[in-house]
């Protein structure tokens, strides 16, 4: 039995449900109209002064879409990058949604991934076009001319027309039924480095995210919601808020109270003073220790398959050695650099929505519901993200917006302080995992077994947002991959149900246990992020245990895996793999084959007396496929990099008498400036087709460090973060 996987799953509910990304053969999004511009499909759009604007369906958060997929565009548009500038989509799965989810949505390291063919597809289509108008002004053979910086040009004459002077022709031809892309060979933009587009208005400050919203009349509201988990308010005195200058209103809801003020500073002193009592609810003596405890009872029962092949248990049980151990991830805010807000306007007539979010469809959609207004009435305006990671894929912040914007007169912004950010976040998920491995004579695996216990985002997310999808399923007769994913989650097993290795016998299960009114998300990347961790700390457990070097014993277990024995090469080499450290110091393996990508990582850190660690290098070598920006690859995996670095060491949301124990950078600590390794990555060049990169480095890197520290003391770290796991004894 194979896993089926978040993507294949997705995939699929998206061709059954009729949301497949058609965008490069779709009619324009409006007919042509006299001395308009020239719009031959849902991306592209000419205007007669020559200039290209790239109809944007994804965010930009930080992750480089802005400027890959324009160079997926322009590569085959024959235009310069600087000649596309971008316009967000507006919310519209039927022309925008992304081809691996079926949905218009930036997530899950997919923008290139998924438009790798589609964007490129609608340049060829456009360029094919205005080839063609050229040919039929000059009344030349088509196959005479050729496209080539913004213009068309006639090889046996010379002769040229810039873009904007064919767009009124071109725009009265048919649609070619078949275009050609170019060969990889004949690539001027795609590989090669280019510059940032976001980053002029980033650095001159005239880039507008959510937060930077203004409109005219427009208020500002912040909004305390119960600190315990499912609880409700149960009075308010708002007469000292009142009497703050510049509040103007207070809005009480059934579970928060937000108060509306002329400016954020006011709307906060006005919060700080209102008498809030509320009704704590069920969870009121919740404790992290309570989860943990529900966690480890359902990890000892059987759990719904996610791979069995051959005979893990009997194989266990006649092998020469068995190593098992648990493994444990906590909860983890996304505490992004720019705190959830939402501008929402609401008349009887129409809605406006200003955010900066990865699912426009959704948050139209949610909006639509609440205001009881029909969705072609709630208008998007999205804006660019000061960080993403899965936090903004959720309306919750939307809705909350829109249910204080309806009782305000004028549009209103709701601004989440950095406490109310991440008290009330949607977590990822605390895992709880059971593994276990016979080993031979020769000490190599024979017998692999792999448990995990966690909440399923998938669920939530299905069941909630993809209702009509699952309907259409169950019409199509898909009822076994329905059954699958009602009951497997399939990104909780993702990293741990397909490991590159050589495995067997191997049986993975997922045991769902949800946390008591403890709602979770996907967190750059959900599955790999935990099972990654696992499966690379384990595999060092057993290279241990067979007195064998960790590096070595991963490539004796990697012939079928011939992208996973490079980079694992690649890495070990480019480390300095075996040469001689300082004493104190460790070095550790990860191994990543996830979202379409292999990455290996080798950390090196020091461990104090005291306990305290230091990772001072980090070097990653990357496998993923055809690369669009080589400097987009290297600041992402840098990123994810530092990103996995802070989980790691310090990331821990903890739960007490039902409420979140962090608040703020004073207790949900990050890596400091200061703190960061010197971080060198490698690429391998390759013709496959591209793989993600926004995610894979934050998984790869939390076991690598693990792995050092045990090198570096013999102290074998199962739990995160490592901050709680080292002491003076410890270490």
């Known amino acids: 039995m194979h896993l089926v996987s978040r993507r294949t799953f997705l995939e699929t509910s998206a061709a059954v449900g009729g949301g497949l990304l058609l965008g490069f053969t779709l009619p324009p999004l409006a007919p042509l109209q006299q001395n308009g511009p020239f719009v031959p499909n849902a991306f592209v759009r000419i205007d007669r002064d020559g200039r290209v604007t790239l109809i944007m369906h994804k965010v930009e958060m930080g992750q480089g879409t802005y400027t890959s997929m324009p160079m997926l565009l322009a590569e085959e548009l024959e235009v310069d990058l600087s000649q596309v500038q971008l316009e967000h989509a507006p919310p519209d799965d039927a022309r925008y949604a992304e081809p691996l989810f079926g949905v218009q949505e930036t997530g899950g390291s997919t923008s290139v991934r998924g438009n790798w063919e589609p964007l490129r597809r609608a340049g060829a289509t456009a360029r094919s076009l205005l080839v063609a108008a050229a040919a039929q002004t000059w009344k030349v053979d088509p196959g005479s001319c050729h496209a080539a910086e913004g213009q068309v040009i006639h090889g046996p004459t010379g002769r040229s027309l810039n873009y904007g002077a064919l767009v009124a022709t071109a725009a009265a031809l048919p649609l070619p039924r078949h275009v050609t892309?170019?060969?990889?060979?004949?690539?001027?933009?795609?590989?090669?480095?280019?510059?940032?587009?976001?980053?002029?208005?980033?650095?001159?400050?005239?880039?507008?995210?959510?937060?930077?919203?203004?409109?005219?009349?427009?208020?500002?509201?912040?909004?305390?919601?119960?600190?315990?988990?499912?609880?409700?308010?149960?009075?308010?005195?708002?007469?000292?808020?009142?009497?703050?200058?510049?509040?103007?209103?207070?809005?009480?809801?059934?579970?928060?109270?937000?108060?509306?003020?002329?400016?954020?500073?006011?709307?906060?002193?006005?919060?700080?003073?209102?008498?809030?009592?509320?009704?704590?609810?069920?969870?009121?003596?919740?404790?992290?220790?309570?989860?943990?405890?529900?966690?480890?009872?359902?990890?000892?029962?059987?759990?719904?398959?996610?791979?069995?092949?051959?005979?893990?248990?009997?194989?266990l049980a006649g092998a020469v050695r068995k190593v098992e151990a648990v493994y444990e991830v906590p909860f983890l805010a996304h505490a992004t650099m720019e705190p959830v807000n939402c501008t929402v306007h609401v008349r009887p007539d129409g809605c406006d929505i200003w955010v900066g979010t990865q699912v426009p469809t959704f948050t139209q959609t949610a909006a639509a519901k609440l205001t009881g207004l029909p969705r072609d009435k709630v208008r998007v305006h999205n804006h660019l993200l000061g960080g993403g990671f899965g936090r903004r894929l959720e309306v919750d912040f939307v809705i909350r917006a829109v249910q204080i914007a309806r009782q305000v007169a004028s549009p209103v912004k709701v601004v989440w302080t950095r406490e109310e950010d991440i008290q009330h976040d949607m977590y990822r998920p605390y895992y709880y995992d059971r593994i276990a491995a016979g080993l031979d004579e020769h000490g190599m695996p024979i017998a692999w077994t792999h448990r995990i216990a966690g909440s399923s985002i998938m669920d939530r997310v299905i069941n909630q947002l993809f209702p009509k999808t699952l309907r259409v399923m169950r019409a199509a007769g898909l009822h076994q991959l329905v059954a699958m994913v009602k009951g497997l989650d399939v990104d909780a097993v993702e990293g741990a149900a397909e490991p590159p290795y050589t495995l067997p016998n191997i049986r993975v299960e997922y045991v769902r246990q949800e946390p008591p009114g403890v709602p979770t998300a996907f967190w750059r990347g959900v599955g790999p992020t935990h099972n990654i961790f696992v499966v690379e700390s384990f595999m060092d457990e057993l290279a241990a245990a067979a007195r064998r070097d960790p590096v070595a014993y991963r490539l004796a277990l990697l012939d079928k895996s011939p992208r996973a024995r490079g980079v694992l090469e690649l890495a070990a080499q480019q480390a300095g793999w075996g040469q001689p450290l300082p004493a104190g110091h460790g070095r550790g393996v990860?191994?990543?084959?996830?979202?379409?990508?292999?990455?290996?990582?080798?950390?090196?850190?020091?461990?104090?007396?005291?306990?305290?660690?230091?990772?001072?290098?980090?070097?990653?070598?990357?496998?993923?496929?055809?690369?669009?920006?080589?400097?987009?690859?290297?600041?992402?995996?840098?990123?994810?990099?530092?990103?996995?670095?802070?989980?790691?060491?310090?990331?821990?949301?903890?739960?007490?008498?039902?409420?979140?124990?962090?608040?703020?950078?004073?207790?949900?600590?990050?890596l400091r400036i200061n703190e960061v390794p010197v971080i060198d990555v490698h690429l391998v060049k390759s013709g496959e087709a591209p793989g993600g990169i926004g995610e894979p480095g934050t998984s790869a890197v939390m076991p690598a460090v693990a792995n050092a520290i045990f090198e570096a003391t013999g102290k074998r770290i199962r739990k995160l973060p490592v901050k709680d796991q080292l002491s003076i004894s410890g270490a």
């Not at 969870?283 to 943990?292: E, P, Q």
């Not at 461990?607 to 990357?622: E, I, M, N, T, Y």
Request: hydrophobic content about 45%.
């Open 181 to 315: 892309l170019k060969d990889p060979k004949d690539f001027k933009l795609i590989g090669t480095p280019a510059k940032r587009l976001d980053a002029p208005d980033k650095v001159n400050g005239t880039a507008q995210y959510g937060i930077d919203v203004k409109v005219p009349g427009m208020k500002v509201a912040t909004v305390a919601a119960c600190p315990v988990f499912g609880g409700k308010v149960a009075s308010v005195n708002d007469a000292k808020a009142k009497g703050i200058k510049g509040v103007q209103q207070v809005v009480r809801l059934d579970d928060a109270v937000a108060v509306v003020a002329d400016h954020m500073w006011a709307a906060k002193q006005g919060l700080a003073a209102l008498d809030i009592r509320w009704d704590e609810g069920p969870n009121a003596k919740l404790s992290t220790a309570d989860i943990v405890q529900q966690l480890a009872a359902a990890s000892e029962k059987a759990g719904v398959v996610a791979r069995n092949e051959g005979d893990a248990s009997k194989a």
């Open 590 to 670: 990860s191994l990543l084959h996830a979202f379409g990508s292999y990455i290996a990582q080798v950390a090196e850190v020091s461990v104090s007396q005291a306990g305290d660690v230091r990772v001072h290098r980090v070097v990653c070598a990357v496998d993923c496929g055809t690369i669009v920006n080589p400097d987009t690859v290297k600041a992402q995996m840098e990123s994810g990099i530092i990103f996995g670095i802070t989980a790691a060491l310090f990331g821990e949301i903890t739960i007490k008498d039902g409420r979140v124990e962090q608040s703020n950078f004073n207790n949900y600590r990050m």
